[in-house]
């Protein structure tokens, strides 16, 4: 991953060796829409989100908020990575549960 700071926004890169999934980055971005527009592009060198201001708030350090972009990107990709590996035991425990109460029969 690497940023790069310009007097318009900060480049996030995530390389491909680091196999985050895009929905994961777009979590991510969702999640900084109130300080942040972020724009997602795809190419051969991974995926690389431009962190832009939002005109109506001050700006603070882009730096800062792109560290905490990673650190969230980070969080979704972990996030939704688990909710894969654990959807047969989440599944398996809600049709336990519904098959004892009157709506399972």
């Known amino acids: 991953m690497s940023d790069h700071a310009t007097d318009v926004g900060v480049d ?3 390389s491909p060796e680091a196999s985050f999934e895009i929905e994961a980055i ?8 109130d300080r942040v527009s972020v724009e997602i592009t795809e190419g051969p060198t991974g995926l690389r ?8 708030k001050a700006p603070g350090n882009l730096n800062d908020i792109a560290q905490e972009f990673r ?11 688990i909710s894969r590996e654990t ?3 989440r599944n398996l425990i809600l049709s336990l549960a519904f098959s004892k109460t ?3 029969q």
């Open 12 to 14: 996030v890169a995530f």
């Open 71 to 81: 650190n969230e990107a980070l969080d979704q990709d972990l996030r939704l990575k």
């Open 49 to 56: 989100c431009r962190l832009r201001p939002l005109q109506c």
């Open 87 to 89: 959807e047969g035991y």
């Open 26 to 33: 777009k979590r991510a971005a969702y999640r900084f829409s």
């Open 102 to 104: 009157p709506l399972g």
